[in-house]
């Protein structure tokens, strides 16, 4: 059913949709945990710094048959020019390790086992507040954005408090919750959880929804040549 709460204007025009099916609810990009005892200074990292010779095995990224983060991930950076898929290829190359979720990779850069690996940005925070020696990097080069986008069923039988429900959490007060667990608010005003940038201040990496949705079984059969499942 479409449906455009108060607010949604205000929604960033690279994650909206101009068809108002479904509204973004918040912004969780994807970025790069880093073990701040093996790269103290992490504040040069960037996606090409994961494909570097020098930092061959070090490396760790979730499974794009596993995360839904990692599978749109894989999908947004297919379409950048300067990443492509081959850039999959690459970490390959630099002897990536593979494993299942966004948990196991705070795992093994947490422990040490790996110095830098793909995440969503609210496990790497927690993470360090909960004592690991880690940080997280929003690349300047752009990040993906997953969004946890909500929808009105078009047979719902009660319309009128599944759009208070959407009326909500576009709310000052239902994007300050969201901001309270942690996630970036997807409406600007909001204040950002402690230490976190702004979400005007990041390069967001995108592609066409049709298409990453057209191009997703592709994604993961290619994933799965090259990686294995």
Do not use: C
């Amino acid at each position: 059913m479409p449906y455009q709460p108060p607010g949604s204007n205000q929604i960033p025009q690279v994650l909206a949709d101009p068809d108002h099916m479904y509204t973004p609810t918040k912004m969780i990009p994807v970025g790069i945990i880093v073990n701040t005892k093996q790269f103290p200074d992490p504040s040069g990292v960037d996606w090409k710094t994961l494909i570097d010779p020098a930092n061959r095995g070090k490396v760790v990224t979730p499974s794009a048959l596993y995360s839904g983060a990692a599978a749109y991930t894989v999908g947004v950076f297919r379409n950048q020019s300067d990443l492509g898929w081959s850039y999959f290829q690459q970490l390959k190359n630099n002897d990536v390790m593979v494993v299942k979720g966004n948990g196991d990779v705070v795992k093994r850069v947490a422990t040490g086992e790996r110095s830098l690996g793909i995440i969503v940005d609210f496990m790497a925070f927690r993470a360090k507040e909960q004592g690991s020696p880690v940080a997280f990097v929003y690349p300047k080069s752009g990040v993906p954005v997953i969004t946890e986008p909500v929808a009105i069923a078009k047979q719902s039988r009660n319309p009128a408090a599944a759009k208070a429900f959407v009326d909500f959490i576009l709310s000052d007060e239902g994007q300050k919750l969201e901001a309270s667990l942690g996630h970036l608010p997807i409406r600007p005003g909001i204040q950002p959880p402690t230490g976190r940038p702004s979400p005007s201040d990041l390069k967001v990496l995108s592609a066409p929804t049709e298409q990453l949705a057209a191009e997703r079984d592709q994604d993961k059969k290619e994933w799965s040549a090259l990686f294995g499942n």
